[in-house]
């Protein structure tokens, strides 16, 4: 007697399919892997799933766009999965129905953005098919979001708001139509309301002080300015600036040596005050200032005389002439004293025009510390005679 043998042919199991908006006019279709899969079909179906059309055979690839279909008009599909054997497909069971909705996809990349003490800037990716888009706020992360305004370009100023609050943002895109096709929202995006970070300049007033001074924020009630001896010291508060003014002289200050400054602006409402940012550091070297009142005269037939206003706190001058042939300024005599403010200058050609700075110094140690130059001057010998 001979023994019965029978083969069952494998099967391959549903796929588990998810469905969701690839944008206006599509649909995506994702599935899981079936083991022993050689490739899958996918059907549009009703939502029964008992009238189906044959999409696309999409071979190993778990994934299928369908396209060209019509805003807010729900979509079904279904798949099945299939193995080849000895050159002849074996279908498995068809999967569940799954359905979709081509609407504008969720706007991307959104951020808010500090515009002014009480208004910020949303921005947002541009959602193709859109022709505007609804902008929702919350004061809460996760919840509470209410409708605001509608906005024709991916970006929108909220203005009025209170200084100190955050506030939280979704967008999401219109289609215009009867009725309007609303898209998906955005994640949210949220940002503190501070005032603006104060714009910074440091410069050399004379050889004690240094000049720090910021554009005038809006809105605030002053600001607050801090100082360190390197960019990643310890910086300690100095002066807070509540008369309005944009600038501040740091006095007492040790010439050669330099100055970190960071400042920040801030505004009070009832009893709450709320800073902005540092502003980035800057600093700058404490040195004379630049002699004012520079003048150049003829002396004689071969000389020049150069004058200037005597410089605060200053050990000495050095006066520099032109070299034409080089197009570089050489020093032609250092004076000491505070009130040697005059230099002539002897020794020139007749009918030629000299050309001359001074820059003032102060000694700190065996160190001469310069200033800056001041304005450059020019004369001839013998042209005032």
Known sequence: AFATVTFTMPIPSKPLPVADNASYTSNIINWSAVSGASGYEIY????????????????????YTH???????????????????????????????????????????????LNSYNSLNISWNAVDGATGYE??????????????????????????????????????????????VYGDYSTAAGLKVIPTTPIVTVSAVSYNSLNISWEEVAGATGYRIYRATSSKGT??????????????????????????????AYRTEGAVTTY???????????????????????????SITITWNAVSGASGYTIY?????????????????????????????????????????RLVGTTKVYGGYSEIVSAKPADSL
């Open 44 to 63: 549009q179906t009703n939502e029964a799933g008992t009238d189906e059309d044959l999409l696309s055979d999409t071979g190993a690839l778990r994934t």
């Open 135 to 180: 902008i929702s706020r919350s004061l809460y992360s996760t919840s509470g979001f209410v409708p605001i305004n509608t906005a024709d370009n991916p970006s929108y100023t909220d203005n009025d708001l209170t200084t100190g609050k955050t506030y939280y943002y979704k967008v999401r895109a219109i289609i215009d139509g009867m009725p309007f």
């Open 67 to 113: 396209t060209e279909l019509i805003t807010n008009q729900i979509y079904y599909y279904k798949i099945r999965a299939y193995r080849i054997m000895s050159g002849i497909k074996v279908y498995g069971s068809f999967s569940a129905v799954v359905s979709s909705i081509p609407i504008p996809t969720s706007p991307t990349n959104i951020k808010a953005t």
């Open 276 to 302: 902005s940012a540092y502003s980035t550091i800057k600093y700058a070297k404490v040195v004379p200032a630049a002699p004012e009142g520079a003048n150049a005269l003829s002396a004689s037939s071969n």
């Open 235 to 264: 910086y300690s508060y100095i002066k807070a600036v509540t008369d309005g003014s944009t600038s501040y002289v740091n006095t007492g200050l040790a010439t050669g040596s330099y100055y970190y400054y960071k400042v920040l």
């Open 321 to 361: 002439r032109l070299t034409p042939s080089t197009g570089l300024y050489n020093s032609v005599a250092t004076l000491t004293g505070v009130n040697s403010v005059s230099y002539t200058n002897t020794g020139l050609a007749p009918g030629t025009t000299y050309y001359y700075k001074v820059a003032a110094y």
